[in-house]
């Protein structure tokens, strides 16, 4: 199967890759200038989620990947930041029950956090952290694995929890487990405002990413568009990012 590589896609026909863009990401696109900051960057994908649905208040928005190992960690970061420099107050929600990572990227503890509040109890204010140099930004750790996150994750409980955080946030962003690997994702996509699809530049093998697509299609998610992650900064001036609805 191939792989994603813009290097080749680009010596091929508008109209083959036109069709080939039309098979796993929205219409609308954004062009990125190579001239600009990798923080820069991440103000345009913050600015483009803002625009992606203009018809509803989008509070919840999870990040999900085709494959593991494609970067969620870091666009959650960095559109995090991005976010709390725009005034917005930001909850980092991790719901990758499985294979938590996220605490790490922020050198978190994860000895309590969402799990925790779901399982035994606890406050909200007992699991919230702070992140230096993002006043506006908390994390909330995934917390002990869980041993069935599917249905830890499409309980009554879970809905509620994460409804009631919209009152304290302007915006929260949802980590999940790769599109590809387990169900979780789906199960999250449908009871948050929107999703978006990490896809790494050069590894993502394109039959994967339309399975993705089919797959948040097939549980009515709303797909906010999709991040090409890991794009040598040459490559960056044809499409980076693809955000609109279908």
Do not use: W
């Not at 606890?122 to 917390?143: A, P, Q």
């Amino acid at each position: 199967m191939k792989k994603i590589n813009f290097n080749k896609l680009m010596k091929q026909s508008k109209d083959s890759l036109s069709n080939f863009k039309s098979l796993i990401l929205p219409n609308n696109k954004i062009q990125i200038d190579p001239r600009i900051s990798f923080l820069e960057s991440f103000k345009t994908l913050r600015t483009n989620v803002q625009l992606s649905d203009v018809d509803k208040q989008l509070k919840t928005i999870a990040i999900t990947s085709s494959e593991p190992l494609e970067g969620k960690a870091t666009v959650i970061k960095q559109l995090a930041n991005a976010m709390s420099l725009s005034g917005s107050k930001v909850l980092i929600l991790d719901c990758d029950l499985r294979k938590p990572k996220l605490h790490k990227v922020f050198g978190l503890d994860n000895n309590i956090g969402f799990t925790n509040v779901l399982l035994d109890n606890l406050e909200l204010n007992e699991v919230y952290n702070t992140v230096n140099g993002m006043d506006n930004l908390k994390v909330i750790t995934s917390g002990p694995v869980h041993q069935d996150p599917f249905i830890l994750l499409n309980s009554n409980e879970a809905r509620s929890l994460i409804n009631s955080l919209k009152d304290k946030f302007d915006i929260i962003l949802i980590n999940t487990p790769p599109v590809g690997v387990v169900t979780d994702a789906e199960v999250l996509s449908t009871y948050v405002d929107g999703i978006i699809l990490v896809v790494s530049y050069g590894e993502t093998k394109v039959d994967t990413a339309i399975k993705c697509k089919s797959l948040l299609k097939k549980v009515n998610a709303p797909i906010l568009g999709v991040v090409f992650n890991k794009v040598p900064s040459e490559d960056i001036k044809y499409d980076s990012y693809y955000f609109g609805q279908e």
